[in-house]
């Protein structure tokens, strides 16, 4: 039997995951006329949201919490949203603007799961299901992760945003290339490995 358990108190990320869905749904040039200050203000508030965020779910949950939870922006040919290493869970930053913000609790669930329960095993997917009900942030309509179980080399994007994923990687690396190339705009993603400016690690 499932037990019941409050709602994770949700509000910094879903402030922060709506900011972050109103650039993706920005045309590329609107993107680049966004004020420094205003994008600044938003990266520099994604690392301590989603930690605190997974921290709080952690407790909620009844998980250990992870040694540490970091957000990164690894080269663009990396796909995975999140992944777990030696205890410690490290963010896609794409991952904050490519997802809604259901998907993006969802992918936190998930990773705390690994630290359980390393391969998606069928053990797995039994504690993810049983956390994702205990957590109650899926109403029964939601089909955001339906293809996970079924795709053999995990690509996030494609799942959470079908028929998207060109479009969104374009606008994320143009917002890239405006704010840390001063000016650089093309829509050709450059080779990163950017840490969030607050991490320090």
Same mark, same amino acid.
């Given at each position: 039997?499932?037990?019941?358990?409050?709602?994770?108190?949700?509000? /910094?990320? #879903?402030?922060?995951?709506?900011?972050?869905? #109103?650039?993706? !749904?920005?045309?590329?040039?609107?993107?680049?006329?966004?004020?420094?200050?205003?994008?600044?203000?938003?990266?520099?508030?994604?690392?301590?949201?989603?930690? !605190? =965020?997974?921290?709080?779910?952690?407790?909620? $949950?009844?998980?250990?919490?992870?040694?540490?939870?970091?957000?990164?922006?690894?080269?663009?040919?990396?796909? =995975?949203?999140?992944?777990?290493?030696?205890?410690?869970?490290?963010?896609?930053?794409?991952?904050?603007?490519?997802?809604?913000?259901?998907?993006?609790?969802?992918?936190?669930?998930?990773?705390?799961?690994?630290?359980?329960?390393? /391969?998606?095993?069928?053990?797995?997917?039994?504690?993810?299901?049983?956390?994702?009900?205990? !957590?109650?942030?899926?109403?029964? @309509?939601? /089909?955001? =992760?339906?293809?996970?179980?079924?795709?053999?080399?995990?690509?996030?994007?494609?799942?959470?945003?079908?028929?998207?994923?060109?479009?969104?990687?374009?606008?994320?690396?143009?917002?890239?290339? @405006?704010?840390?190339?001063?000016?650089?705009?093309?829509?050709?993603?450059?080779?990163?490995?950017?840490?969030? $400016?607050?991490?320090?690690?």
């Amino acid at each position: 039997m499932i037990k019941s358990m409050n709602p994770i108190h949700d509000n /910094d990320l #879903a402030a922060m995951s709506c900011r972050c869905q #109103a650039i993706m !749904a920005m045309p590329m040039k609107e993107i680049t006329q966004i004020p420094f200050e205003d994008f600044a203000s938003l990266y520099n508030s994604i690392q301590p949201t989603i930690s !605190a =965020w997974t921290y709080n779910a952690a407790d909620m $949950l009844e998980f250990p919490r992870p040694q540490k939870t970091v957000v990164r922006c690894p080269s663009y040919r990396i796909k =995975w949203a999140a992944r777990v290493v030696d205890g410690m869970i490290e963010f896609n930053l794409r991952t904050m603007f490519y997802a809604d913000l259901t998907w993006l609790k969802g992918c936190v669930i998930h990773e705390l799961c690994h630290l359980f329960v390393k /391969d998606h095993t069928k053990n797995f997917w039994m504690l993810y299901n049983q956390k994702i009900k205990e !957590a109650e942030i899926v109403d029964v @309509t939601y /089909d955001g =992760w339906k293809k996970e179980r079924v795709i053999e080399k995990d690509d996030p994007f494609m799942f959470s945003h079908p028929g998207h994923f060109q479009v969104h990687r374009q606008k994320f690396n143009c917002m890239l290339n @405006t704010f840390f190339h001063k000016g650089y705009t093309h829509c050709t993603p450059v080779k990163i490995d950017y840490k969030l $400016l607050n991490d320090n690690s």
